[in-house]
T-cell receptor
Framework: DVKVTQSSRYLVKRTGEKVFLECVQD?????MFWYRQDPGLGLRLIYF???????EKGDIPEGYSVSREKKERFSLILESASTNQTSMYLC???????????FGPGTRLTVT | GENVEQHPSTLSVQEGDSAVIKCTYS??????FPWYKQELGKRPQLIID?????GEKKDQRIAVTLNKTAKHFSLHITETQPEDSAVYFC??????????????FGKGTHLIIQP
């Protein structure tokens, strides 16, 4: 059974702080993804990675960066958190391209 | 980039009736079209997917159809039950050509099953 875990369910940070969101998958999946989910907007792709140290920008990468030092771990970094980054952040992984993406439980981030 | 439109945003049907959710996409390079179901407070979960070499796929009460020429695909749920109440998202692969494809999601359809 695929398990995707995220480091926190809820997080409150102040404007300007550097924020790290971590995601770990235990199924040796090649691909990992970060999305944010906002009411009425669906899920929007921030960044994804298809291999260790490889990354590609998604649709809304501004204000974010990522790190993938190990195959099982994919981190999302908010360099300087802003209030418009308050959102639900979902991590996902998949075995290969065009295969099912398995989602983590999400981290609800509030930036005050 | 890819753009996915999903309709309707809310759909209310009587228990036992059928529900249809429609999506259109813009990028002809997209070749993978999954549907996710998200119950309140839970993570999205795949319910069915279709690849561009197939026109229709069925799994019990759920079916998906794909029209590549018109760039639209639809989710059909028959004999709806209370547990079908959720938000449904369609998605299309971005066809980036790299080692993986991110997904572009529609904005979601809140399906309400009336008893």
């Amino acid at each position: 059974d695929v398990k995707v875990t995220q480091s926190s369910r809820y997080l409150v940070k102040r404007t300007g702080e550097k924020v790290f969101l971590e995601c770990v998958q235990d199924m040796d999946h090649e691909n990992m993804f970060w999305y944010r989910q906002d009411p009425g907007l669906g899920l929007r792709l921030i960044y994804f990675s298809y291999d260790v140290k490889m990354k590609e920008k998604g649709d809304i990468p501004e204000g974010y960066s990522v790190s993938r030092e190990k195959k099982e771990r994919f981190s999302l970094i908010l360099e300087s958190a802003s209030t418009n980054q308050t959102s639900m952040y979902l991590c996902a992984s998949s075995f290969n391209r065009n295969y099912e993406q398995y989602f983590g439980p999400g981290t609800r981030l509030t930036v005050t | 980039g890819e753009n996915v439109e999903q309709h309707p945003s809310t759909l209310s049907v009587q228990e036992g009736d059928s529900a249809v959710i429609k999506c259109t996409y813009s990028d002809s390079a997209s070749n993978y079209f999954p549907w996710y179901k998200q119950e309140l407070g839970k993570r999205p979960q795949l319910i069915i997917d279709i690849r561009s070499n197939v026109g229709e796929k069925k799994d019990q009460r759920i079916a998906v159809t794909l029209n590549k020429t018109a760039k639209h695909f639809s989710l059909h749920i028959t004999e709806t039950q209370p547990e079908d109440s959720a938000v449904y998202f369609c998605a299309a692969s971005q066809g980036s050509g790299g080692g993986a494809d991110g997904l572009t999601f529609g904005k979601g359809t809140h399906l309400i099953i009336q008893p």
